[in-house]
């Protein structure tokens, strides 16, 4: 049950991120890989790595696409998300 769940929850980080405003449009420009998405323990939260900004970095966005936020300024690439209590 719980590795559908974060499959589902996966699978609604990379489809909310595709979806950006309005109606997705084919685009010549490729769309940054998203990896590790990690939904907290209540499900409110997904934080995911992307390199949208240049390099591999750690962003959090509610679970419903909205409130995307960079979270890493380092270096160094960043390549896993983990939620810490």
């Keep these: 049950m719980r ?19 309005g109606k997705a449009q084919p685009t010549a420009t490729p769309v940054a890989p998203v990896a590790s998405p990690v939904p907290d323990l209540g499900g409110g939260e997904i934080a995911f790595v992307s390199d949208r900004g240049g390099k591999p970095a750690i962003y959090r966005m509610n679970a419903d696409g909205s409130g995307v936020r960079h979270l890493t300024d380092s270096p160094a690439s960043d ?7």
């Design 3 to 21: 590795v559908h769940r974060l499959r589902l929850m996966a699978l609604l980080v990379v489809l909310a991120l595709l979806q950006g405003c």
């Design 79 to 85: 390549f896993s998300a983990v939620w810490r209590p």
